[in-house]
């Protein structure tokens, strides 16, 4: 290789390493799970639907909201009987691009996440995966839909196909157009000065390292092998306490491994102004103090008040466009109820 | 008056008091609260969003869901912190035509019960209006939304203003069209032969004196002025023990007058084949029982099976036609969030 020749490349590998990505319109979607309108229709019925949770009253959207930023904005989630969990919802806007789930990377797909909280006992709290299908069996409406998007399944109901339906739904929740998105394509008024003073600094101070491709989530990587980080990096700082940012172990839980100590799946920062309270256990009320938390637990950086509100200003540009849905029928069980008359 | 006038009276008056009659694709609307397409949204917006709950998990859909028959198939309903009421979600569906609101009819109209459940503590549990005007005034959309939809009103976030607009919503929830309308409107295949009979059976047997008018609960009278039946009846069957009948005294709890113990306003029959489990305390889960249980207990008449079956036919061809919704975009709070970040 000559040095022009090597010149060449590092130009033509730079110019191809710019940070900053449109978000795709489609996610990936994987070979064994195609899109279909009925199934994307069914995933939506099941998704709003409390009866799949023990007492009735909580569906997926509870807590992924997709009417707001995709969560509840609350700092975790309130599961049947008032239960909590530690952590806090994620949105469900976007998490197709993702290519692990849950905030401890635990679920290699959506498929695989999907039905995880329906028997999880502080969520949904279903008694388990029988429970379910007895359950969705019971409901003609269910039957029919199923066998009609699964013909090659028997039985049709199955936790398999509602992990996929409700998958192939959240695979539509994509919020392209940001101003961000319509800057990088182009349309230069779409972020104002403040804006794009605080997206350089975001490049500046290195949040990009973490926060970087299309997602803002981390490098594209096969859908199952996930991005984590430390956090805090930096431990030490006031933050540690003032935050509780110690005691939940993150994925150490999932794989028990001493390094995983304190790492987490890199969170997505598309809708990120719509999503607060911030970090795994909804600590941090406002944008600007988990702007300015990050920059000090993970790159060990003091930001200036104009630094911190430049990059929310920009951070506010990620806000994307929410498509237009209706809303789902969900399918009656005429002349009866599959909840149970006493849960308490 | 002549005898061949009055024969022809008669017939006439006869004629006017044909037991049934189509649902109104239009509900009364009451004049100081007309209906726009902005308030409409306004209020749909509000009856989807959780913040209107102290904990931000419960929106007025959350009881009422208008993606099913229009309350949430339980007994009682979840409220803040696993609280629960006495007393069954009535349907929101139609809830228009009723002429006052709750089971004890305590509302004279949507707009008086639509601000109820908010701060009751049982159900969504703010803590009083002044909690919920402070957290919608926090909310930059809704300042916008309600001054442009009450530009007259100084301040224009409310709770009259909150209430005028969920009503306006809640008039848009009509189910016109089921088999009964059409059927009565000149389409006789509409009915199936057993439904047919079981109209015939649920005039013979004396239904009707209660569950009449287009809505099928009671009389069309002035808003305000409800339309109350004693349950049971006739007490003393096997029913009052079994299904807990007489121990909520029902409009009693209001007016505290003697008379009216055990009195409730006469519920409508739209959309009931949706709406199990029954009654007041939803101790019935389905509806051959309740119908069983209704003709004991207010006609003290026991049905054959037959008969029984053929109410329950016909009341299911009561379901009618639900109105495609689009979702509301619930305004965000950018940045931030006006929920509590603990709340146990």
Known sequence: MTCAT????????????????????????????????????????????????????????????????????????????????????PSVWNA????????????ESLEAQAVGPITNPVEMAMDDDAAVLARLNQIPGYVELFKA?????????SMENVAKAIASYERTLITPNSPFDRYVKGEKEALNEQQVRGMETFLNTGCVACHSGANFSGPDLPMGQ?????????AGSEYDAKYDLLSDPGRYEVTKA????????????????????????????????AVRVMAKTQLNKDLSAEETADIVAFLNGL??????????????????????????
Chains 1, 2 share one sequence.
Request: charged share 20%.
């Open 258 to 289: 001493d390094s995983d100590k304190n790492m987490w799946r890199v969170p997505t920062l598309r809708n990120v102004a719509l999503t607060a309270p911030y970090f795994h256990n909804g600590k941090v009320a406002n944008l600007d103090e």
């Open 319 to 344: 806000t994307g466009e929410f498509p237009v849905q209706t809303m789902p029928r969900l399918p009656p069980t005429p002349n009866t109820t599959v909840l149970p008359l006493a849960d308490k």
């Open 6 to 89: 090597g010149a060449l490349l590092l130009s033509v590998a730079v110019a191809q390493a710019s940070p900053w990505q449109a978000l795709p319109e489609q996610p990936p979607i994987p070979e064994n799970n195609p899109q279909s309108e009925a199934k994307i229709e069914l995933g939506k019925t099941l998704y709003f639907d409390p009866r799949l949770s023990k007492n009735g009253a909580i569906s997926c959207n509870s807590c992924h909201n997709v009417m707001a930023g995709g969560e509840d904005n609350r700092p975790n989630s309130v599961g049947v009987h008032d239960a909590r969990g530690g952590r806090g919802a």
């Open 96 to 107: 197709a691009f993702l290519s692990v789930q849950f905030w401890d990377g635990r679920a």
């Open 226 to 234: 996930g991005f984590f980080m430390k956090f805090p990096t930096f």
């Open 149 to 157: 998007v699964f013909p090659e399944s028997d039985p049709a109901i």
